[in-house]
């Protein structure tokens, strides 16, 4: 149990670092290419939303877990 709840950590931290990679790329497109977002009149960050929700999501979903497995140690100790 303890080695799932570290991998989860990890996965957590994975996730953050994905969703901030992907938060730097939007931005440097919006920044080279601001023609784009002015024709379709978006902000920049639009185009990050949907990495924002499947970050949220990840999370969650691994706090859950986390959460169960900590209580299940509590449980046995």
């Given at each position: 149990m303890e080695?799932?709840?570290?991998?989860l950590s990890v996965l957590m931290g994975s996730f953050f670092g994905v969703f901030i990679g992907n938060l730097v790329y939007y931005y440097y497109k919006y920044r080279r290419?601001?023609?784009?977002y002015a024709a379709r009149s978006a902000p920049w960050y639009?185009?990050?939303l949907p990495a924002l929700i499947?970050?949220?999501i990840a999370v969650i979903v691994?706090?859950?877990?986390?959460?169960?497995i900590r209580r299940k140690r509590q449980k046995t100790d």
């Open positions: 080695k799932l709840d570290r991998f290419f601001p023609e784009i639009y185009d990050a499947l970050f949220l691994c706090l859950i877990i986390k959460r169960h």
